[in-house]
Nanobody, 124 residues
Framework: QVQLVESGGGLVQAGGSLRLSCAASGRTFSSYAMGWFRQAPGKEREIVAAISWSGGSTHYADSVKGRFTISRDNDKKTVYLQMNSLEPRDTAVYYC?????????????????WGQGTQVTVSS
């Protein structure tokens, strides 16, 4: 069974930084693409960033381009999301997820396993 465990969320002031981590088990981590998503109260879950199986290709939502960086360490079976220049609009529960595809995909429905989420709150 695949398990994904996020960590690193918290409360930060606008302009600050956080680094989220997602540790995976139960699947050959290095064979599959990974994604970070977020969901704010009353809103749909949306893609933040995605990364291919090798880390060679990445995708970012327009709202985070230039501020967030997704990366992965296949030896540690961990995917990261470095978030800089955080803004109040970034406040949400952040989830990592894995897909059966090797190339990244931005579509929520193409991810089959999800973590429990970690809260990120950015104060103004």
């Amino acid at each position: 069974q695949v398990q994904l465990v996020e960590s690193g969320g918290g409360l930060v002031q606008a302009g600050g930084s956080l680094r989220l981590s997602c540790a995976a088990s139960g699947r050959t981590f290095s064979s599959y693409a990974m994604g970070w998503f977020r969901q704010a109260p009353g809103k749909e879950r949306e893609i933040v960033a995605a990364i291919s199986w090798s880390g060679g290709s990445t995708h970012y939502a327009d709202s985070v381009k230039g501020r967030f960086t997704i990366s992965r360490d296949n030896d540690k079976k961990t995917v990261y999301l470095q978030m800089n220049s955080l803004e109040p609009r970034d406040t949400a529960v952040y989830y990592c997820a894995t897909t059966e595809y090797r190339g990244f995909t931005p579509y929520v429905y193409e991810y089959d396993y999800w973590g429990q989420g970690t809260q990120v709150t950015v104060s103004s």
